[in-house]
């Protein structure tokens, strides 16, 4: 028999080593950090894939809602003013809190007023038809009805000035007009940070001792009114109707900015 030769048992020794050694790699789970960020990398990307949407509507910002007031516009007839309710940034309802009364005046805007509250709804603006026999209070309606949408898209596009949502922005809110024995009263005023930063009649009683009555109690009506925040403020002596119809529309301000 033969003798196996040193070298050949060396060659033989170090091949089965070799062998051994692939055949357990070729066995061993992939534990390799390299092979495990490979393996997962096609899940997060789904899942990333899954986040940006979601992100995308998180972040974006919902559409105005609230209640907006238009100014009031002057007719031959009477004042109009309009109020729209607004959903999403979408008119929902739309309303006159002022109309021509007194005789026929009150025929006409009963037929004029329902009319017109429905076609700005379905118009979601103010390209909308006047109503035959009304011209006038049409006419007041299309242009208060056109400030109040001002208003709405301040609002939406954060506009300074604007009576969009939030307590830091600032909103400009029109309280009803009130009347009184010697004329309207109407308050508009300013809200900033939750308070009252202006304070205005945009209706008060004109003509002879009115005159007189007006430019004495209003502008301290408008002081008292943004010292106090709220509309328990003080009558101005020798003006008592202005005053109890300017708090009064003061409130109802107060009530729509929600203070």
Excluded: C, F, W
């Excluded at 007839?77 to 021509?100: D, F, H, M």
């Excluded at 026999?133 to 939406?156: H, I, N, P, V």
């Excluded at 939750?194 to 209706?203: F, H, M, N, S």
């Amino acid at each position: 028999m033969r003798k196996s030769h040193p070298v050949r048992r060396v060659v033989l020794a170090t091949a089965a080593t070799v062998s051994g050694v692939v055949l357990l790699l070729s066995l061993k789970p992939a534990s390799d950090p390299a092979a495990a960020s490979a393996a997962g990398a096609a899940p997060q990307a789904t899942a990333a894939g899954q986040e940006s949407p979601q992100g995308g509507a998180q972040g974006a910002a919902p559409a105005g809602s609230g209640t907006v007031t238009g100014d009031a516009a002057r007719t031959q007839y009477g004042a109009v003013q309009v109020r729209l309710t607004v959903s999403n940034g979408r008119i929902t309802k739309a309303e006159a809190v002022q109309a021509p009364k007194g005789g026929l005046s009150d025929q006409k805007t009963q037929l004029a007023v329902p009319r017109l509250n429905q076609e700005t709804v379905a118009a979601q603006g103010a390209d909308i038809d006047a109503v035959s026999g009304a011209t006038y209070t049409s006419e007041g309606y299309k242009k208060s009805l056109q400030s109040a949408l001002d208003r709405m898209k301040q609002a939406s596009s954060g506009a300074p000035g604007s009576s969009g949502s939030g307590s830091a922005q600032t909103r400009t809110v029109t309280g009803k007009a009130v009347r009184t024995q010697y004329g309207p009263v109407q308050v508009r005023i300013t809200v900033a940070g939750g308070k009252i930063t202006k304070a205005e009649a945009v209706q008060a009683p004109k003509g002879g001792l009115s005159d007189q009555k007006t430019q004495l109690a209003v502008p301290r009506l408008n002081q008292e009114a943004v010292a106090a925040g709220t509309a328990d403020i003080d009558a101005v002596s020798g003006a008592t109707y202005t005053s109890t119809g300017y708090r009064q529309s003061l409130q109802s301000a107060l009530d729509q900015a929600g203070g």
